[in-house]
């Protein structure tokens, strides 16, 4: 338990810490969500935020592995799975980030998030069976098509300020714990982290906020 308490705390205080600064870093830059007949804040509010819950998570993750690895000598049963999540992560913060600074097309942004969710989906994360069916060679398919539908569907509810993160909080907190019952360890500490690294952004994410996730956050997220 004082695994998950670590690394749950760890990215926690990054984003705290983290997230303020990457606020300066969007004001400089002029990236910001400016008031319009859509919106409900009444100020430009700085975006990007998904950069301070990208850099804290892969940081209490990769701080984690080296405790573990050089410190314990032992290795994290989840470090074969962090290159394919690190790397599709990676791409659909950046493009998000990119289409934060400067809108894209939505054929770019949909390229992008399919070849991402490829990364994750060709290294074995894949549906196989779906209400007890086997999918067979359909996995990769739908397994594409469902993460990059929640990607979006995630991205679509970042309109409120707190929602995705909020509910980002709780989805990846109650699928750790779901994990954790199944016996799947390493992979709840994932989650775990990504659970912290969101409740840190929310300390400045709430009603009034003065960051917003942006679409590096949301489709990161998602």
Request: one cysteine or more; aromatic letters at 8%.
């Amino acid at each position: 338990m004082l695994r998950y308490v670590s690394v749950f705390v760890a990215a926690l205080v990054l984003s705290v810490v983290v997230t303020p600064v990457i606020r300066w870093i969007a004001i400089r830059l002029k990236v910001v969500d400016v008031p319009g007949e859509r919106r409900i804040h009444s100020r430009p509010i700085p975006r990007l935020g998904g950069i301070a819950v990208y850099a804290s998570l892969v940081s209490a993750l990769c701080g984690v592995w080296a405790f573990e690895q050089y410190v314990l000598g032992s290795s994290p049963g989840y470090a074969g799975e962090l290159p394919a999540l690190f790397v599709g992560a990676t791409a659909v913060m950046l493009l998000g980030a990119v289409d934060d600074c400067r809108p894209l097309t939505p054929r770019v942004k949909f390229t992008v998030q399919v070849l991402a969710a490829m990364v994750v989906v060709v290294t074995g994360n894949q549906i196989h069976s779906i209400l007890g069916f086997d999918v067979g060679p359909l996995a990769i398919p739908i397994t594409v098509l469902w993460v990059v539908g929640v990607t979006n569907a995630l991205n679509l509810i970042d309109g409120l300020d707190g929602l995705a993160a909020g509910t980002g909080v709780i989805v990846s907190l109650t699928l750790a714990a779901l994990l954790l019952t199944s016996g799947r360890i390493d992979e709840a500490l994932i989650l775990v982290a990504l659970g912290g690294s969101l409740l840190g952004f929310l300390r400045y994410n709430f009603h009034p906020a003065s960051i917003f996730l942006g679409d590096s956050g949301s489709l990161l997220l998602g």
